[in-house]
């Protein structure tokens, strides 16, 4: 008798549990970052997909020491020892892919909408890869470059300092403001024909005057155009986003200068042939 009532208790229990219990909605999508394996009903509008998210650190560095670098206050040396100090150091980014070991190359998902004049002069649509990313000296928050959930092992990346392919001719005022490469200062556009400035830089040549106006260097055009690659180990891994960390060492994409005796022009190309060796992969971080 004492045996029946405590199975009868059991079963009143589990009847009232399962009369409560309301089954969950959620991500059911390995791939997801957001997955919930704790979910009944999947809701695919739920998922968050992984991002490749981009962090640049600035350095500027001697034999001896590797300094945080710093805009205004702080004073280098060039290679003939005349001080200058940068009052602004800003660049697009476009085109970053990661390769996989077999070769290929992974594709972000999100595409960008570019309006572009015909040869007729009709504005027509084109869609390409939105990839594209802007950089200011100082700011090392991550940028989020867009969606990627394919997984693979990884041998190296490659992007371009500057703005490829037809996003550099396209009706900029029609970019969304919120987007890298909507028109949120004239100082990081020539006009239609030229595109975007790649790299805009201020160097103040003279330290020593109180009010000196910095020079001005605007890099831009295809010619101008410059990619960087370099190796990766790891792998991407199906519902992790993925963080690329990327040390810039300003010392070397101004390695060379003369700020006593180099024109404009020759600041720039000096600057242009530095691009690619200013850049090196620090770390791959699972987040």
């Not at 150091?89 to 070769?103: A, N, P, V, Y």
């Not at 000296?137 to 394919?150: C, F, K, M, Q, V």
């Amino acid at each position: 008798m004492r045996i029946s009532r405590i199975i009868a208790g059991i079963i009143l229990l589990l009847t009232l549990w399962s009369g409560c219990y309301e089954p969950q909605d959620g991500c059911l999508d390995l791939e997801a970052v957001n997955y919930n394996f704790a979910a009944d009903n999947n809701a695919p509008e739920d998922c968050e997909y992984p991002e490749i998210r981009v962090q640049f650190t600035h350095v500027y560095s001697t034999p001896d020491t590797v300094y945080t670098f710093r805009l205004r206050d702080s004073v280098y040396l060039d290679e003939a020892g005349n001080p200058f100090s940068v009052n602004a150091f800003e660049f697009f980014i476009s085109d970053f892919e990661l390769q996989r070991t077999d070769g290929a190359y992974l594709k972000i998902e999100e595409e960008l909408d570019l309006y572009l004049f015909d040869n007729n002069g009709n504005v027509v649509l084109q869609m390409v890869p939105d990839n594209f990313g802007f950089v200011r000296a100082g700011n090392s928050s991550s940028i989020s470059l867009g969606t990627l959930r394919e997984a693979a092992d990884l041998q190296s990346l490659r992007f371009f300092v500057g703005v490829n392919g037809q996003a550099n001719v396209a009706i900029a005022d029609s970019i969304p403001l919120s987007h890298p490469l909507g028109l949120t200062d004239s100082l990081l556009y020539f006009n239609q024909d030229s595109g975007y400035v790649y790299q805009f830089i201020e160097l103040f040549r003279d330290t020593t005057a109180a009010d000196t106006i910095p020079e001005q260097l605007r890099i831009g055009t295809f010619a101008n155009l410059q990619q960087v690659q370099l190796p990766v180990g790891g792998e991407k891994i199906p519902g992790f986003n993925l963080k690329v960390v990327i040390q810039i060492d300003y010392s070397k994409w101004l390695a060379g200068i003369n700020v006593a005796t180099d024109s404009n022009a020759e600041l720039q190309q000096i600057i242009v042939g530095n691009t690619a060796e200013a850049f090196s992969l620090q770390e791959i971080v699972l987040e």
